[in-house]
């Protein structure tokens, strides 16, 4: 593929400043043919069999016309040559990080999305975004997908409300707690675009776009959905119904540019955290990513050929999309994607946007924005401890120094961010902290077996996470549903493994009822959770984790009424098995005989169990990546027809 432009020579003509597209292919150009410009081929070069490239002005050879579908033609090519040197491989690791990046820019997402080249700007959003968000592996694969949430029922059961008839003194409210306090710590819509937008939208009305529509509507439900501590059902109730007014709008929407698109699924993925049942975040996510990629925001363009507006709204919408990628990556705990060495772009302003202008960013105006950045330190915190315990990262010190020192580093970091209390913002460090300190003292594959300290540290943390939980649920403030129910599965799982792996020591330092009442407090939890996600009650994980836990328990009151005495039960082979699979989903398939036990009547079959990656790539797809070939995809509005409520 030499005959096409390469980076340097795009990146020259760009400098130079007279870059130009054209609405004729590169073939028609030359040959002076009337061109149509259809995507992903011209009507000419389709009937001759010649492949269609784009032409820009001040360049001699073509370019793709789809970055995704060459960089797919790319990697083939690259792994034949890959292929053809294999028996004397010399791939250092920079070359192998550079394949990586572009198998996973190219060979995921074009089967998996439509494309968001169509030259006529007109794209929808396939249904699957739409859908529920994946419960914590295994119990995923519990779930079968005619009983997972959807978008169909989710619309049926939230009819879109009619903006208008909301009072305006209510849409001030919203609007107030959003830019306020999301917004500067998931800056996607800057203060003066949500202000545009809300112009045209409740005052203008003529100029306003179903972008406008869907991204207002989208900003609101994000407000409701953590306004609960005033009304829980209420304002949940609200939150749905302006997320299917969304959903109707999006179905209609012509995207001006792709960095539309990216705010608008920025926001669905903002949305899903908070309503995991109405949106799938990882979905989401990946879309994020792949638009990222695809725009080169992960590199910082010159100054001398964009505004600073322009060059901060990329740091920022950069900054988000791997914010939330890192967050859900080591969650679920797999790779953040992208190679470290290939991003190079700088971090968005922590100012006001009233103190950027085209020209200039004025860093002595307030620091609104500090928030998103000192969230992103906490995300690469995330990644770290998942790289390192999890994908065995080589350390230049002993493990044990680097755990105190991420210990430390977290410490610090909370105690930074109470700083922010003050504005009402980070409002969750508390649970922050203590989810990431359980990550660092919980068995992983980097240290299969924790000293009697560390255990100690891991107990103290679940109590601080699950007493902390407890208390926003009863004042109606868990905001963020998904990580609740990740993070407190989490910590159920944990509390049986140490009440059944180290049950001859524990009670010296946690009484029975200590731990007995932490469990039952995760329970009470993901019953009130599964209120708002059904999936929780459909996928069985609350009844698999009271059935381990009370075999854990029933072995741990025995050896507290006689501690001298260690009875051995029949099944104790097998609770550790399951224990084992609960705390490590990634692991290949357990024997049959190991696998997670339902209760009684329910069929076997449904314990589909499968392995998680430790890279997304479409040759090792997780649990959670295995529902989206999308051959033959309907459209949004074909799927749900949302033409009854246009």
Known sequence: MDEIANPLELRKVFNDGHARSSTRCFRCKNKRLKCRYEFPACNNCEKEGHECFAWIKGLSKPVPRSLALYLENRVAELEIKLAELSVNPILDKSEEQALTFARYVATPFVDAFESSECDRGVVNYPFLYFRSSSLPAPFDSMLDNSERGNMKRFVEEHPPVDLYSIPRDVVQILMQNYTSYHQPQYPILSRLELKQIQFKVFESRVTASSYDYAAISIALAISAATLTHKGERKSLSSSSVLFSQAIVQLAHTNWESKLKKLQITLLIAHYAFANPYAADIWYTIRECLRLCLDLGLHKDVQIETSTMIDIDLRRRLFLVTTSMSRHLSSVLRIAFPIPDNLISVEKPATVDDSFITEKEIDLSGPQTKAAALHFYQFRLYETEVHEVLWLNKELNIDAEEWLDDMDSKVEKWYLKAEEFAKLNQLRFRLICKASLQTRLRRRTPRITNPPRPSYVKLVNSLALLIDEYLRDSRSGQVFY??????????????????????????????????????FKGCIDLLLRFSERWPDITRGKMIQTLKDIYFKASKRLFAIAKNRSSYETFEEDDQVSAQIEQLLFPQNDVLAPEASLHLPRDEPSSILDSRSMPALLSINNQSSWTDSFKVDGLLNLEEYVGLQDWV
């Open 481 to 518: 549903l998904l990580m609740g129910v990740y993070y407190i599965e989490e910590a159920a799982v944990n509390l049986a493994d140490v009440i059944w792996t180290q049950s001859d020591w524990i009670l010296d330092f946690f009484t029975s009822e200590f731990l007995d009442s932490k």
